[in-house]
């Protein structure tokens, strides 16, 4: 069976740490910034850890 193919937009979308955590960027941080606080637009820049929830099928996606 051949390999797995990496799905590109995943791949655009989530990084994989040394340690093996799939990091991803926040939502709420593209337009209409304006109204939101100074404080809320710099936490948003951010990146986070991908929810356990989702942790499987972004691995699947990513071919790891």
Known sequence: MP??????GAAARF???GS???MRRQANRGHL???KSSV????????VEV???DRRQVK?????
Request: aromatic share 0%.
């Open 51 to 53: 929810s356990s929830g």
């Open 60 to 64: 699947r996606l990513l071919g790891i």
């Open 40 to 47: 809320r637009t710099r936490r948003l820049g951010r990146s």
């Open 20 to 22: 093996g955590k799939i």
């Open 33 to 35: 910034l304006e109204k």
């Open 3 to 8: 390999k797995m193919k990496t799905d590109r």
């Open 15 to 17: 990084r994989v740490t």
